[in-house]
């Protein structure tokens, strides 16, 4: 996380740890002081994260913690504990930095289980002298079914940064997964000679590693590689596949972090050879396609949840206010709500959509169905808790002769998004959702559709506009944008939002683009905001259908001698 990050944490970067399996939720008690803490998304009580493993039937999260203060320091690693992805127990800190090899900071990485069921923790440390080290944890006690307790192995450092690897540019274990040979394969975060690479590495045992002659992959047109993940997707349906799945109708992604986003390539793995290529596109620092998410989301890391059979991804949400705000707060940062994540119906891209848990949560409802949205109609939703909500939305068009003329398929769809954002007319769109609005629409946050006609095909934008989030002007109130992959002559165009206070992450087109946005606003906070749904195009569109529901709050609690929960 390229200039955000640097901002943030002085430019380091802690990815999630997926290790076994996570959730995330949290809440505040004094509703009216924290108007921004949120009810459903992951968050310590208090204090700096950045950001889970599924064992013995209990999720894991762990994440970049500072123990002692909001802003970047003591870097940790927070531990909690949940049965369902959206209540969460905290722990003590499973890592401290305590030792030579990571006194500087516990950073991150990964955890893996090994043989024997046998789960550890590959993690970056950083020396005094800011060197990037590997090391390895595991649990003191195997029979504990929470793994409270985690020791620091006495092999450590287990690898160090040698030869052409710079000191400063080696971090991010992934999770392993082990070839046809018996053999542990994980790659590492670096640049060498100036090129991001995947470093590979193997073992026999899981403690001891040897580099690769051969990265796994790298590109000439990129920087910095961090929190690399790399994981098989399946061909047929949605399950997802353990990271050591070996068999037909699969392919693999490797995903990596850099210019402040997340990137992901999907191609063929030879096991035997270690041979990855990329078969749909490769890394470029221009490429604005095959992210995970296009707002404010990264050092992200995803896990296979053998429970169901899926594989769920976590991202990290940084903060849009300032440094001094997070102190007021006395916290700062967040995780994205967990997500499924499956290859798409063409092939071509990954689909992502909120874990089916967080229905639980569903509160009031209301409902919406084949309403016509007139050209410059505003309309308000009432009847539910605007300011912590889940709205699922369909759009259906018509007759889309019409369409505003857009002259190549190559746009960057971030860059139109800010020049036909949602104030200004088209034919069709801007229509969509004003959340986190108030009653008179000085603050809102459109997360909204236009429908362009490209010289090959229709185009869809999907743009989450913060340009009036907030009357405040030191926050952040960018204008992020996506293209959708589908004929809206032929298919409706779905929105889901989970708007939670200062957090708004949108799914466009059944999860086919994920925009997450940070909001503070001052007027349209607790039960003061307001849902709208909106159509500023001079044509009409059609809501198929609406429905949206107010979120109770997850619970999140320190766990107490008389917890009885686990």
């Known amino acids: 996380m390229i200039n955000i990050i640097k901002e943030m944490v002085g430019g380091r970067v802690l990815c999630f740890f997926f290790l076994f399996l996570v959730v995330g939720v949290v809440h505040a008690s004094e509703d009216n002081l924290q108007p921004y803490r949120t009810g459903f998304h992951f968050q310590p009580l208090k204090n700096w994260i950045n950001g889970p493993m599924y064992f013995k039937g209990v999720y894991h999260l762990f994440y970049q913690y500072n123990p002692y203060g909001p802003l970047w320091g003591n870097i940790s690693w927070g531990h909690s504990i949940s049965h369902d992805l959206v209540n969460w127990f905290l722990l003590e800190p499973a890592l401290t930095p305590t030792e030579p090899y990571d006194i500087t900071g516990c950073l991150s990485g990964s955890t893996t289980i090994l043989r024997g069921s046998k789960p550890i923790i590959l993690y970056t ?57 018996g053999k542990w394969r994980i790659v590492i975060g670096s640049e060498i000679k100036g090129q991001g690479t995947a470093l590979l590495y193997y073992s026999k045992d899981g403690y001891n590693w040897t580099r690769s002659d051969n990265p796994l992959h790298f590109s000439s047109e990129t920087g910095m590689w961090e929190c690399p993940d790399f994981y098989p997707v399946s061909n ?41 290529l990329a078969v749909t596109h490769d890394f470029r620092v221009s490429n604005t396609q095959f992210q995970y998410d296009y707002g404010r989301f990264y050092a ?43 290859l798409s119906d063409t092939r071509k891209q990954l689909v992502q959509w909120p874990v089916e848990e967080i229905k639980k949560l569903r509160g009031k409802e209301v409902n919406m169905e084949n309403r016509e ?13 605007a300011s912590q909500a889940d709205i699922e939305v369909l759009f259906s068009l018509t007759n889309l002769s019409d369409a505003e003329l857009i002259d190549s398929d190559m746009f960057d769809p971030q860059l139109l998004c800010a020049r036909k954002n949602a104030s200004l007319s088209g034919s069709f769109g801007p229509f969509g959702l004003l959340v986190l609005a108030s009653k008179n629409l000085t603050e809102q946050t459109a997360v909204f559709f236009r429908v362009f006609k490209g010289p090959n095909k229709f185009q869809v934008l999907m743009c989450s506009d913060q340009s009036r989030s907030s009357i405040a002007e030191e926050v952040d109130k960018s204008i992020y944008g996506a293209f959708l992959d589908l004929d809206p002559l032929n298919e409706k165009i779905s929105l889901r939002s989970l708007v939670d206070h200062s957090i708004v992450e949108s799914f466009g087109g059944e999860g086919l683009a994920c925009i997450t946005a940070r909001v503070y606003p001052k007027l349209a906070i607790h039960e003061h905001a307001k849902l709208y749904v909106f159509n500023k195009g001079t044509k009409s569109v059609t809501i198929s259908s609406l429905n949206a529901w107010t979120m109770n709050k997850a619970q999140i609690a320190p766990m107490g001698q008389d917890t009885i929960a686990f």
Do not use: C
């Not at 206010?321 to 967990?338: E, H, M, R, T, V």
């Open 236 to 276: 047929v349906g949605k399950n997802g596949i353990d990271a050591s799945f070996q068999g037909n109708n699969t392919m693999h992604v490797l995903k990596v972090s850099y210019n402040s986003h997340e990137y992901y390539v999907i191609g063929t793995y030879d096991p035997k050879t270690d041979l990855f």
């Open 125 to 181: 440390g950083q020396d005094v002298n800011k060197s990037q080290l590997q090391n390895l944890a595991f649990p003191k006690n195997l029979s504990d079914p929470l793994l409270k307790d985690w020791i620091k192995w006495s092999g450590n450092p287990i690898l160090a940064p040698v030869n052409d690897i710079n000191p400063s540019q080696f971090r991010d274990p992934s999770t392993a997964w082990m070839g046809p040979d």
């Open 373 to 385: 949205l007139k050209g410059g109609s505003v309309l308000e939703v009432p009847g539910i808790t």
């Open 300 to 342: 992200s890391k995803s896990f296979y949840d053998s429970a169901k059979q899926r594989r769920v991804l976590w991202g990290w949400v940084n903060e849009g206010d300032s440094q001094s705000d997070a102190i007021k707060k006395g916290w700062s940062g967040l995780q994205s709500f967990p997500r499924s994540i499956w």
